[in-house]
C-alpha cells in the first residue's frame, strides 16, 4: 500500500495545478515583455494565432492541439471534436486554405499561418456562405454533428476546384464522416455550391 499524505487534499491539489500554470504563463509574459531570451528548453505560452481574420493572443500549453485552444480557449464551438484523432472530420478548419483536422495540428505549429473556421464564413451582413446556402437547399445535413467540418471541407475543396466533377468533389470530402449516411446530400450541396459560387 502507498502511504497516504493526510495534508494533501482534492482541493490543495486543484490549487496547487492552477498556481503551476499561472507561473507558467506570467513567466512567459515576463520573457516577452521584456525581451529576454527564453531559457534553453522552454516553450512559449503566450502565442498570437490569425483566426478568422483576427490576430488573438492565447496562452497554449506545449502539447495542447487546435481544435482545444479553438474550441475552449476561444469560444469557437462549431470546431466538433469527434474521433480526436484525425479520422472522423468533424474538427476541419482551413489552415492557409487547406482542409486541416484541427484534433491532429499543435497549436503551436498555426502562429504563422491563417486559421478559418465555420464561424468565419458568414458575411459581414450576415448572409451565409456559398456552400452553407446550398447545404440549406438541399438539406444535407441529418443531426448535424459533422457538418461544420463538411462545411469546411466543400469550402476548401471549391477554393482549390470552384468547379468539380461528381466525382472529384467525392474524392475531396471523403475524409469527413457522417454517421446519419447523408453523403449524397452533402455531394448535392457541393455541386450546387459550384453552380452557385
Not at 440549406?136 to 476546384?161: D, F, H, I, K, W
Amino acid at each position: 500500500m502507498y502511504p497516504v499524505n493526510p495534508k494533501l487534499t482534492r482541493r490543495r491539489f486543484i490549487k496547487g495545478v492552477i498556481a503551476s500554470g499561472a507561473a507558467a504563463t506570467s513567466t512567459s509574459i515576463w520573457y516577452a515583455a521584456n525581451g529576454a531570451e527564453r531559457p534553453p528548453g522552454s516553450v512559449e505560452r503566450l502565442i498570437r494565432i490569425n483566426v478568422n481574420g483576427q490576430v488573438r493572443t492565447v496562452d497554449v500549453a506545449p502539447q495542447e492541439t487546435l481544435a482545444s485552444t479553438l474550441r475552449y480557449k476561444l469560444g469557437l464551438t462549431g470546431t466538433k471534436l469527434g474521433c480526436n484523432r484525425g479520422e472522423c472530420g468533424a474538427c476541419t478548419v482551413l489552415v492557409d486554405d487547406i482542409p486541416s483536422y484541427a484534433c491532429s495540428i499543435l497549436t503551436h505549429s498555426v502562429k504563422a499561418m491563417r486559421i478559418e473556421t465555420v464561424e468565419g464564413l458568414e458575411s459581414a451582413n450576415g448572409d451565409l456562405h456559398p456552400v452553407q446556402q446550398a447545404f440549406v437547399e438541399e438539406l444535407s445535413p441529418q443531426c448535424g454533428y459533422c457538418t461544420p467540418g463538411q462545411v469546411m471541407a466543400a469550402v476548401g475543396l471549391l477554393r482549390a476546384n470552384p468547379n468539380p466533377t461528381r466525382e472529384e468533389a467525392r474524392q475531396g470530402m471523403a475524409g469527413n464522416i457522417c454517421r446519419c449516411g447523408s453523403y449524397d446530400s452533402y455531394l448535392n450541396g457541393v455541386m450546387r455550391a459550384a453552380e452557385i459560387g
